[in-house]
């Protein structure tokens, strides 16, 4: 039982870890996205 929780925990984390890092991703790359398209334009 303690065992299983612990991995829960652990999956938990990387779940939100990969979601946050997903999230700042996305947010790093808007200003290229948003100069590419003027530059297109």
Known sequence: ???NSKLTKKM???VA???TS???F?????PL???K???IQ
Do not use: D, P
């Not at 996305?26 to 808007?30: D, E, I, K, V, W």
């Open 12 to 14: 938990t984390q990387t």
């Open 37 to 39: 398209s003027a530059y």
């Open 1 to 3: 039982m303690g065992r």
């Open 33 to 35: 996205v948003e100069v």
């Open 26 to 30: 996305l947010y790093n790359a808007q």
């Open 22 to 24: 997903q999230k700042e």
């Open 17 to 19: 870890f990969s979601v």
